[in-house]
Each structure stands twice: as structure tokens, then as C-alpha cells.
């Protein structure tokens, strides 16, 4: 199971762009990089999910380098409201364990007006 | 809306109580997790299960157990609770189990608040 690490915390304001990076060091071939959001008391929300390359919906973009040893979630324009615990995690999909069992601590983003 | 139902949201016992906290999976999803966050804490891993078997185990106490059922909806059983067992539990469901599909990701409840005095 690849580790993951992320920065404990970041500010930003209404606006701007943020990009949240998490670095994974021991990723596997098969595995996946997927992101989370949690807002106080409510359960995680998927955000995005992606292998290589660019992966972009209407929430949010994941870049992933060629090495594929990182990842950074982009949000644009974040508002208020985006203010959360963002967490990365890193597994193959297609096993029945491991990949979705581990949180890390979530890097946790506070939004200013 | 996620589409994964937990009951009740707020449950508030003593401690050495038993309690259950019930979970509806979304639809068509086989697998079933159990998650445990306490207070500014990340979530742990307690259990999963997918199609009614046990998957995977986690960090969960002998005092904890989970059964998943034929209509697959799980519940999570509490017993002996002591004060350091309040937390937020969530049940989190996907479609994939033992072959996923690259878009099956968690569905998460919005949990059970569990309060032991």
C-alpha cells in the first residue's frame, strides 16, 4: 500500500487557485490516485480520480507526472464553501482491500474571504 | 446525496452499553466499510465486507463487531463502550469489490454520532 503525504494545512482566499500536492514515492503500476473532500461532520466526498497525465471534471483537475510519484489537485477559484480536509489516497482499484482503507491525515484547507 | 443511509444520526448512551448502528449501502453497491472518526482525528478503518462476507479487517476492538446482510445493508455492533468510544461513524459503500471498476469510488454516510457518557 503506497503511503502518502500531504501538507497538514493551507490558507488561501476567495478566488484563488489552489493546488493541494501529495506525494506517493511507492506507487504501484495498477494503482490509482484519488481524492477526497470532508466537511466537519459529514462523510467524505470522491472528488476525482486519475492514473497519468491530466484528469479534469467539473469540480476540480488532477496533474500526475510522468514518474507518477506525486499528484496535485488543482481547485480553481475556490470560494468559502471549499473550505474542508482535502485527502489523497493511493491503490490499485481493482484488489478488494487496501486501496480504499487508508486515510492519512487529510491536509486541511481554510478559505478566507 | 451519496445514496448510503445510516441510522440513527445521533445516538447517546452510557458507558458498558451495547449499541448497533445500521447502514443502507447505494444501490447496487457490494462492499461495505466502516470507518471511525473521532474528535479532529482522520478516519480509521474498522471493517469491510462484500456480499455479505468479510473482507478486510482494520484497527476494529474485540468490543466492536459487523455483519453484512443478504439485502446487504450492514450494521456495526458496539459493545462494553467506554467514554474513549465517541466518535463519528461512517459507512462507506462501493460498487466494485473484488473487481473493481476504475470509477468505483467510496460513497460515504453522513454518520452516526455516537456520544458515551
Known amino acids: 500500500l503506497a503511503k502518502t503525504t500531504q501538507p497538514i494545512s493551507m490558507d488561501s482566499y476567495e478566488g484563488q487557485e489552489v493546488n493541494i500536492t501529495c506525494s506517493h514515492n511507492?506507487?504501484?503500476?495498477?494503482?490509482?490516485i484519488t481524492w477526497y473532500q470532508q466537511f466537519p461532520s459529514q462523510g467524505p466526498r470522491f472528488i476525482i480520480q486519475?492514473?497519468?497525465t491530466k484528469v479534469t471534471n467539473e469540480v476540480a483537475s488532477l496533474f500526475i507526472p510522468a514518474d507518477r510519484k506525486s499528484s496535485t489537485l488543482s481547485l480553481p477559484r475556490v470560494s468559502l464553501s471549499d473550505t474542508a480536509v482535502y485527502y489523497c489516497?493511493?491503490?490499485?482499484?481493482?484488489?478488494?482491500?487496501?486501496?480504499?482503507?487508508?486515510f492519512g491525515s487529510g491536509t486541511r484547507l481554510l478559505v478566507r474571504p | 446525496d451519496s445514496g448510503v443511509t445510516q441510522t440513527p444520526k445521533h445516538l447517546i448512551t452510557a458507558t458498558g452499553q451495547r449499541v448497533t448502528l445500521r447502514c443502507s449501502p447505494r444501490s447496487g453497491d457490494l462492499s461495505v466499510y466502516w470507518y471511525q472518526q473521532s474528535l479532529d482525528q482522520g478516519l480509521q478503518f474498522l471493517i469491510q465486507y462484500y456480499n455479505g462476507e468479510e473482507r478486510a479487517k482494520g484497527n476494529i476492538l474485540e468490543r466492536f463487531s459487523a455483519q453484512q446482510f443478504p439485502d446487504l445493508h450492514s450494521e456495526l455492533n458496539l459493545s462494553s463502550l467506554e467514554l474513549g468510544d465517541s466518535a463519528l461513524y461512517f459507512c462507506?459503500?462501493?460498487?466494485?469489490?473484488?473487481?473493481?471498476?476504475?470509477?468505483?469510488?467510496?460513497?460515504f454516510g453522513n454518520g452516526t454520532r455516537l456520544t458515551v457518557t
Open positions: 462507506a459503500s462501493s460498487g466494485g469489490g473484488r473487481r473493481a471498476s476504475y470509477n468505483s469510488p467510496l460513497h
Open positions: 489516497l493511493v491503490g490499485d482499484p481493482r484488489m478488494d482491500s487496501s486501496y480504499k482503507l487508508i
Open positions: 511507492n506507487i504501484a503500476t495498477n494503482d490509482y
Open positions: 486519475g492514473y497519468k
